[in-house]
């Protein structure tokens, strides 16, 4: 059972470097969400989307892009990597239904130098 | 805007007793979602337990059960019987209906087991 697999699973940057986190859910969920966790604090929304092909924004956008363009997969993209973006980033998805839970991936630790 | 507190970052507890974490949200709306994620060092986000906010029965997963008080919008989980595997950050959060179903976390609690 693969669930949600994001990769890669550890990443070292230098500032101003771009990258992608990838994510793939295979339990056709709808949804889905990137997140970032950082010390002592909860799980913050980066961006979401509900449906192939469309992304929103969550509470801390800036910085970051994301796309969907299969359902299956949501991307997050840093194209100017800054030392602020040091984090842990979780992606997650869930059925559409409000009851329905989150299922994560195993989190994607970034250090940007 | 819901907001949701966790007001313990920190909790201990001798094996084989129980503790219950407590858990605080802030919201206008009558129907939500409420959520028990569990975090062990492995990092990997599990759900623990949920809760609807039309049923008025608490929920209950084995050795979990949530504590739902709706007009003191307070939803506190509390472990019977706890295990050395039990130790984790534990997350409570809360789900609109609106908003696209995004859920708003609170910052954890850090619950320790004592052998």
């Known amino acids: 059972n693969a669930g949600v697999t994001q990769t890669p699973k550890f990443r070292v940057l230098k500032t101003g470097q771009s990258m992608t986190l990838l994510c793939a859910q295979d339990?056709?969920?709808?949804?889905m969400y990137w997140y970032r966790q950082d010390p002592g604090m909860g799980l913050r929304l980066i961006h979401y989307?509900?449906?192939?092909?469309?992304?929103a924004k969550g509470e801390v956008p800036d910085g970051y892009n994301v796309s969907r363009l299969k359902k299956q997969n949501f991307l997050l993209g840093l194209e100017s990597a800054a030392p602020s973006q040091t984090s842990v980033y979780f992606c997650?998805?869930?059925?559409?239904?409000?009851?329905?839970?989150?299922?994560f991936g195993d989190g994607t630790r970034l250090s940007i130098l | 805007a819901q907001t949701v507190t966790q007001s313990q970052p920190e909790m201990s507890v001798q094996e084989a007793e129980t503790v219950t974490l407590s858990c605080t949200y802030d919201?206008?709306?009558?129907?939500?979602?409420l959520f028990w994620y569990k975090q062990p060092p492995s990092r990997q986000m599990i759900l623990v337990i949920r809760?609807?906010?039309?049923k008025q029965q608490n929920a209950t997963e084995n050795r979990f059960s949530v504590n739902f008080q709706k007009a003191a919008k307070s939803f506190s989980l509390k472990i019977s019987d706890s295990q050395l595997g039990d130790a984790a950050m534990y997350f409570c959060?809360?789900?609109?209906?609106?908003?696209?179903?995004?859920?708003?976390w609170g910052a954890g609690t850090k619950l320790i087991i004592k052998p």
């Open positions: 997650a998805s869930s059925y559409s239904r409000g009851n329905q839970p989150q299922h």
């Open positions: 339990m056709n969920h709808e949804y």
């Open positions: 989307s509900v449906g192939e092909g469309t992304t």
């Open positions: 919201t206008s709306e009558s129907d939500y979602y």
């Open positions: 809760q609807e906010a039309y």
């Open positions: 959060a809360y789900r609109s209906p609106d908003s696209n179903y995004q859920l708003i």
